[in-house]
């Protein structure tokens, strides 16, 4: 066995091409060995090294490939992920990793069963924003916290009724998009809540998906909103968190995803890097505000942290049991 993994990416449409196949090429602990596009277009061109294939049977095949990253449509991601496991493959799946809880639990039971690991793609816990709100909190500076409210707001009024992602197959639309994330955040920051309010709907004319959630999480001694929409013209701020002594407010996405989208590799000791003009604001009760830093982001790490699971052993960030926690509550919330 090699020091590095060899592994094969299921999938070459922007998440494969951009979210993936970047770190897996760059990160020296990883190979690239192979890609499955279905219809053959760019693999070969962007990486003429990997052995670029259209069945799936020749992948799991191989005895080679330790690791498969399934960046295919959620609908397939159970059942995927469960024939790579019973090849004796490791995997990292796109979340949501499965659409039904029965599904994740299956997969979970698989996992044990072969002693090989599921690693959900929650890459927005390396958010540059997202870790800077972690150090706030850790820091007390806002003090008691009494809400959070974290939006991903985006403006496209006219639906995309042929794209995958916002069709009406079960595991699409937005809520199975962003409430992933979203949702993986607050529960991260604070575990399951003790209650809750969702609205969670179609908004705009013409849309077959989900396009729209606004989902209140109640906890003890706080509230916490996730919200997403697609009707958002004006710029909504990412995070507004207000506690005691004052209140933090965010504009502005982590930018590691539009650098990979423009064709950015992620190497540096800059990647991940925001620009100062982006940085969130702290204004506390006595009238003062000052600019609060944002952290820099690293997706490198998801990768990074799965190679230590698979050598090394490491406890692995994103536990499984978590994961299929946050399946349960998306179709729980979902057929509401």
């Not at 044990?112 to 007390?140: A, H, M, P, S």
Request: aromatic share 12%; with cysteine; charged share 25%.
């Amino acid at each position: 066995m090699s020091d590095y993994i060899k592994t094969a990416l299921i999938g070459f449409g922007k998440a494969g091409e951009f979210l993936h196949a970047p770190f897996i090429d760059t990160l020296s602990v990883f190979e690239l060995t192979a890609i499955l596009e279905r219809t053959p277009k760019k693999a070969a061109v962007v990486y003429p090294k990997a052995k670029v294939v259209t069945d799936f049977e020749a992948i799991i095949k191989d005895k080679e490939i330790e690791l498969l990253v399934l960046a295919t449509p959620n609908s397939t991601h159970a059942a995927l992920a469960e024939q790579a496991l019973l090849q004796g493959k490791h995997v990292i799946i796109d979340k949501p990793f499965a659409v039904r809880v029965t599904e994740a639990k299956r997969l979970q039971e698989l996992s044990i069963q072969t002693g090989k690991q599921i690693f959900v793609y929650q890459n927005r816990r390396w958010d540059g924003d997202f870790l800077t709100v972690q150090k706030i909190l850790k820091e007390g500076v806002l003090g008691d916290i009494i809400s959070i409210e974290s939006r991903f707001d985006r403006y496209r009024p006219e639906p995309r009724t042929t794209y995958w992602k916002e069709s009406d197959t079960p595991g699409n639309g937005l809520w199975y998009d962003l409430g992933p994330h979203l949702m993986d955040q607050a529960f991260c920051l604070f575990g399951e809540p003790l209650g809750y309010a969702a609205d969670i709907k179609k908004q705009r004319a013409g849309a077959i998906g989900i396009d729209y959630f606004d989902v209140l999480f109640q906890y003890e001694k706080m509230t916490y909103r996730i919200h997403a929409g697609m009707l958002e013209k004006e710029a909504t701020p990412r995070w507004v968190i207000k506690g005691s002594k004052g209140t933090y407010e965010k504009y502005g996405v982590d930018p590691q995803e539009a650098r990979l989208n423009a064709g950015e590799k992620p190497v540096g000791d800059d990647w991940g890097s925001e620009n100062v003009d982006e940085y969130g604001m702290i204004m506390y009760t006595d009238g003062s505000s000052v600019q609060y830093p944002t952290m820099n982001g690293d997706y490198r790490n998801f990768y990074t942290s799965v190679y230590e699971a698979i050598r090394n052993k490491a406890p692995f960030p994103i536990t499984l049991n978590s994961a299929v926690k946050l399946v349960d509550w998306l179709e729980k919330l979902a057929l509401e």
